[in-house]
């Protein structure tokens, strides 16, 4: 490949710590990689694994999840609902042959525009490394039926 | 059928020197469902939200897309302008495209692209968003100010004068906090317990203000208009009903030598004690850790000497639950450990003191009544250096910051000292003379042309011991030379810092904290008092660094957000909150363990003769703060959470 592959990842974070930390990194005029999309949700909670594997089937190449710090979380303890429901849907992406590496797992307080730049960059250049996710894409195109919502 | 409006701000420059708003307009008018697409210089303007109000009426726009800034700057914006169209509010949603998108990025191509990504699935999701109604919560009256400091008595007697009720809980067993320890204040030189007794006075004696001294937050629930709010009242072995406070209790204990905590260690205090003599209230209380009696089983002369019967060794801490609409934390800041410039050496030696160790040698009610004397031998210094910046505006000690009224109450350290020791010496070592606020450079002035101070600019490298006599090493940077100076007392103006406990305790209340742990603001600029969560305002140096009249300041602030709310009787909150679908709930209650504020509760369906069918969940609007917990954790999908149903963030992803 000459031409540098741009990955596109999907981010699910909460409004209160990940979604202010990113706008800390546009107030402070940070630059990082464009390859993120940001679905803004009140909470970690809220994320269900369907969402992830929604946003994979829709062609993501990975997947970002990040929420308040473990105890500084919004609504009390939403973020540790969804480190647990993380830990056992890891083990599923696992189990059906989606290298658990695609989807990321953070916390990101909303002083932390740096870390969110950072993060971002970090990110996609695993992604970058782990190469396009075609599973689906192969599969509907070999059983020639679209994909419906 | 979706008819969407979109319209693309240019936020000035922000947003079209990256992004192409034409390109971007033009991409989402062909978009399945978009009726209009249009961009415009700034949407927030007056004019913008005209033409987004008019495009909704002409067009009988179904929702409407804004890409432009974060939806944390204008949502509510965009949202008022909807309604004021007949649109409901929650038909509006927020591209952001400016802080996560065109000042992120680098290349125009990419930002375009992305801005479309994120416009486009923000269209998408609209399409499903539903008319919403604001929810009404009932406000309950009554403030709880947290912290008895300066801040902390402004912001209760403020609003306990406008008529509404006030708890005011105060960890240490007396009102006063650091301003009831310092001698004289800038600029003006007015005693401060002589402006500061008469308000903890006021406070005490107020009808509208319950006092709890000695008492903690034990654990905050709720939410704004009504939280729960449990004190420990920590045990003082003294009978507050019988005390008179007439200090014979004080006078008898035998354990006399235990270092002031209110003098920084310079002065002694009894294990029955009070901090300071001017304490409100002016009840003493025991100090378990220091008292004879709980080491040893044996004493008790405290309760010998009380002809009221007011001791009680058997006393247990209690608690008290409140009810409360609006929370005002003042808690305050504490001095930096000094400890952490051993080159300063102090711990080592005796004479080398701290700025507010130095407040209490000058104060009249102080160790020394007053007088300026080394604590070492208790002789007069004849030359005195101070240490600017001892802990602040310094990185390798973890204080990046700027303490604020250091250079201010050094300069006063020496007018004080100079009036109090004719024919002294003093020295200033600082960075920079920080002087910014009303009469504090005329003030400093004075200290250098009136009183002589010298000040030097540069920093201390080390200060050491010899013959008797400190030696205190600096660079004198305007010199460009190195200088010693002999000083018989060294002052340090330490940092301010956070309270020890600050991060556990914003926890335990629920508020947001930086990177030290002063708690933030909910915008630096625009709502400098109110904190991350609502009902819940900040006041005085718990927030950052600040000097008597800014904290005073900003507790009228606050008080005027707690009238503010508790002018309404009703409350209009987000109707964010979980919805439950009655026909497909089995009654599983996954939902109740995961609800993080016990907002779920277990609903009976009977038939028509009474029969119990099934217990399905119910989710209480006023309890649920729309985390989306439960709606995560539901098997059957019954639960779905209003203003982010799962059919909303499908289509926002599909739309990505």
Redesign the interface.
Known sequence: MSELF?P?I?AFVC??CT??G??L???S????A?NV???????T????P??IL??LQ?G?DGVLVSGCHP????????NY??RR?WMVFRALLDFTGISPERVKFSWI???EGSKF?DLINSVTEDIRNLGPFDQYQQLIKETESPAT? | MAKIGVFICHCGENIAAKVDCTKLAAAMGEHPGVAVSVEYKYFCSDPGQESVKKAIREHNLTGIVIAAC???MHEATFRKACAEAGLNPYLCEIA?I????S?????SE??T??AM??TR?MVEKVKRNNNLQPIEVPVTRRALVIGGGIAGLQAALDIANAGQEVVLVEREPSLGGHMAQLSETFPTLDCSQCIMTPRMVETAQHPKIRLLTYAEVESVDGYIGNFKVRIRMKSRYVDMSRCTGCGDCITKCPAKKISSEFDCGLGKRTAIYTPFAQSVPNMPVIDKASCIYFKNGKCKMCEKSCQLNAINFEMQDEFIDLEIGAIVVATGFQIQNTAVYGEYGYGKFPDVITGLQFERLASASGPTAGRILRPSDGKEPENVVFIQCAGSRDPSKGVRYCSKICCMYTAKHAMLYAHKVHGGKTHIFYMDIRAAGKGYDEFTRRAIEEDEASYVRGRVSKVWQENGKLMVRGVDTLLGKPVTVVADMVVLATAMVPQHNAKEFA?TI?I?Y??YGFY?EAHLKLRPVES??AGVFLAGACQSPKDIPDSVAQASATASKVLALFSKEKLEREP?IAINNEATCAGCWGCVL?C??NAIEKKDIRDRSGRLIKQVAYVNPGLC?????C???CRSNSLD?AG?T?KQ??????G?
């Open positions: 741009e596109k999907v409004t209160y979604y202010a990113a706008d990194a546009g107030t005029r940070l630059k990082y464009p999309r940001i679905v803004r949700l009140p909470c909670g809220r994320i269900s369907m969402f929604k946003a829709k993501a105890g500084d979380c919004h609504f009390t303890h939403g609902h969804a429901r307080s909303a002083a730049a919502l | 974060s939806p944390r952001n400016r802080e996560q998108c000042w992120v990025h680098t290349d990419m930002a692209e992305k990504d994120i699935s926890k629920g947001a930086d990177e933030n991350s969560t964010v995961a993080p504020y703060q729309g985390c989306g917990t709606v995560s954790f959470l982010f799962e963030i499908f289509a926002e992803v599909m990505l």
